[in-house]
């Protein structure tokens, strides 16, 4: 995208986004309504329908990856793309996931009794209507979906055009399950046409939307934080580290290194960048080097790191310093070995974005240390980076991972899509 003023964009564009916002606000006021039984049998409701049209989903999705391959988008696109009926089955799971979580709306977060006897409380309310922004992840739809109902708000989904069919489908089965349970379809949105100037017109339909969360990569992040009016939750790039601390188990480091950086490359979070303390490095690195170069990674290391490398037949190149700052997304590794732990703290707080680093220690205090230190989302101590997502932590779904302060940080889910209001209960107090 590039800079636009609100002004420049199309008026039928902007009155179709405005009037799809108006219907999600409506459709936001009955969801503020319902029981949690009701949004989870809804819930349920969804999840069978999606798992029901796996099949018309997937030869959607087929047709996206045809259009994708001609026009020669990149593997990790195209990976991210892919719904098979596995994957479907995977997004069904969650929604079910979703369903058995506790309902946020209505918790009380704190609240107290006043000398005077009036009565305060905070408790969590829905945000309303939440716009997602994001590319070639369809599993996205349904999650932001999900969440959505659950917590009490309406979406309106801009989802990459590489999708469309497959959004498309989703939105189709996911509107008609919402009407059969009696919930108005406008839960769910989907803007269609319009390109990047929709997108323009979501983000800055400010007082019609009250939150936009964007999911993609650097450029898309960047564009929508940089240009939304309406509020926006920033959810970042993922150049993850994995520090191979002096005293780590030889195994352990091996099997955490390999796992995070080879398990699924495609994704945020993924291992990206590899740090090994040198007195472990004669240890471990012969190990960790076979095993990523039979998984075809190539190491973007130091002088160091590619003796290990040439030394296991792994495919290696030089290291660069815009190596140490790329979110590669595919099967590439940037490696140093470092003289310290805090050399590895350093290196990681220069070129972090914030999202996941993990250390492979058996040094309680070097662990401490990596824990206080190190400025990130999520902080892993002898653990892959493949955690750091919000089935894994729990939460059944993510709509996205945040990697700035305010508000979510981290896996963002059911609470993460509520906001606070404030009541008060008096029998005629005046001040």
């Given at each position: 995208?590039?800079?636009?003023?609100?002004?420049?964009?199309?008026?039928?564009?902007?009155?179709?986004?405005?009037?799809?916002?108006?219907?999600?606000?409506?459709?936001?006021?009955?969801?503020?309504?319902?029981?949690?039984?009701?949004?989870?049998?809804?819930?349920?409701?969804?999840?069978?329908?999606?798992?029901?049209?796996?099949?018309?989903?997937?030869?959607?999705?087929?047709?996206?990856?045809?259009?994708?391959?001609?026009?020669?988008?990149?593997?990790?696109?195209?990976?991210?793309?892919?719904?098979?009926?596995?994957?479907?089955?995977?997004?069904?799971?969650?929604?079910?996931?979703?369903?058995?979580?506790?309902?946020?709306?209505?918790?009380?977060?704190?609240g107290?009794t006043?000398?005077?006897g009036?009565?305060?409380?905070?408790?969590?309310v829905?945000?309303?209507?939440?716009?997602m922004?994001?590319?070639?992840?369809?599993?996205?739809?349904?999650?932001?979906?999900?969440?959505?109902?659950?917590?009490?708000?309406?979406?309106?989904?801009?989802?990459?055009?590489?999708?469309?069919?497959?959004?498309?489908r989703?939105?189709?089965v996911?509107?008609?399950?919402?009407?059969?349970?009696?919930?108005?379809?406008?839960?769910?949105?989907?803007?269609?046409?319009?390109?990047?100037?929709?997108a323009?017109?979501?983000?800055?339909?400010?007082?019609?939307v009250?939150?936009?969360?964007?999911?993609?990569?650097?450029?898309?992040?960047?564009?929508?934080?940089?240009?939304?009016?309406?509020?926006?939750?920033e959810?970042?790039?993922?150049?993850?580290?994995v520090?191979?601390?002096?005293?780590?188990?030889t195994?352990?480091?091996?099997?955490?290194?390999?796992?995070?950086k080879?398990h699924?490359?495609?994704?945020?979070?993924?291992?990206?960048?590899?740090?090994v303390?040198?007195?472990?490095?004669?240890?471990?690195?012969?190990?960790?080097?076979?095993?990523?170069?039979?998984?075809?990674?190539?190491?973007?290391?130091?002088?160091?790191?590619?003796g290990?490398?040439?030394?296991?037949?792994?495919?290696?190149?030089?290291?660069?310093?815009?190596d140490?700052?790329?979110?590669?997304?595919?099967?590439?590794?940037?490696?140093?070995?470092?003289?310290?732990?805090?050399?590895?703290?350093?290196?990681v707080?220069?070129?972090?974005?914030?999202h996941?680093?993990?250390?492979?220690?058996?040094?309680?205090?070097?662990?401490?240390?990596?824990?206080?230190?190190?400025?990130?989302?999520?902080?892993?101590?002898?653990?892959?980076?493949?955690?750091?997502?919000?089935?894994?932590?729990?939460?059944?779904a993510?709509?996205?991972?945040?990697?700035?302060?305010?508000?979510?940080?981290?896996?963002?889910?059911?609470?993460?899509?509520?906001?606070?209001?404030?009541?008060?209960e008096?029998?005629g107090?005046?001040?």
């Amino acid at each position: 995208m590039t800079a636009q003023t609100v002004a420049e964009i199309p008026a039928d564009v902007r009155e179709h986004v405005h009037e799809t916002a108006r219907g999600a606000r409506t459709a936001a006021r009955q969801l503020a309504l319902l029981t949690r039984a009701q949004k989870d049998a809804a819930l349920l409701a969804l999840a069978d329908a999606v798992d029901a049209a796996a099949a018309s989903v997937v030869a959607a999705n087929v047709q996206d990856l045809e259009r994708g391959r001609e026009k020669g988008l990149p593997t990790n696109l195209l990976d991210r793309l892919t719904l098979d009926e596995e994957r479907v089955h995977a997004v069904a799971r969650g929604l079910r996931q979703v369903a058995a979580l506790p309902d946020p709306v209505g918790e009380v977060v704190r609240g107290s009794t006043l000398a005077n006897g009036l009565q305060i409380r905070q408790v969590r309310v829905p945000m309303g209507v939440v716009g997602m922004i994001y590319e070639a992840r369809p599993n996205v739809t349904v999650d932001a979906a999900g969440l959505g109902l659950k917590s009490g708000n309406a979406v309106i989904l801009r989802g990459g055009s590489a999708a469309a069919s497959t959004n498309t489908r989703l939105v189709e089965v996911l509107r008609a399950a919402l009407a059969e349970q009696g919930i108005s379809p406008d839960a769910v949105n989907l803007l269609t046409e319009g390109g990047h100037d929709a997108a323009r017109a979501l983000m800055t339909a400010r007082g019609l939307v009250d939150l936009v969360i964007p999911r993609g990569g650097a450029s898309l992040i960047q564009t929508v934080v940089t240009q939304s009016t309406v509020p926006v939750i920033e959810t970042g790039v993922g150049n993850c580290h994995v520090y191979v601390d002096a005293s780590a188990d030889t195994d352990m480091a091996v099997e955490v290194v390999v796992n995070s950086k080879t398990h699924r490359n495609s994704v945020c979070n993924a291992a990206e960048s590899l740090l090994v303390h040198r007195d472990a490095a004669d240890r471990v690195l012969p190990a960790i080097m076979a095993r990523l170069g039979a998984a075809g990674v190539t190491v973007h290391g130091d002088a160091a790191m590619e003796g290990y490398a040439e030394s296991a037949g792994t495919a290696h190149v030089p290291v660069t310093d815009e190596d140490d700052d790329t979110e590669f997304l595919s099967a590439d590794l940037s490696a140093r070995v470092v003289d310290s732990l805090d050399q590895a703290i350093a290196h990681v707080q220069e070129h972090t974005s914030g999202h996941t680093e993990a250390i492979v220690t058996a040094d309680r205090a070097a662990a401490r240390r990596f824990t206080t230190e190190v400025d990130a989302a999520a902080v892993m101590v002898n653990a892959s980076t493949r955690f750091t997502d919000g089935e894994e932590f729990g939460f059944g779904a993510e709509i996205g991972i945040s990697t700035q302060k305010l508000h979510a940080r981290g896996p963002m889910a059911l609470p993460e899509l509520t906001t606070t209001k404030w009541v008060v209960e008096g029998d005629g107090q005046v001040r």
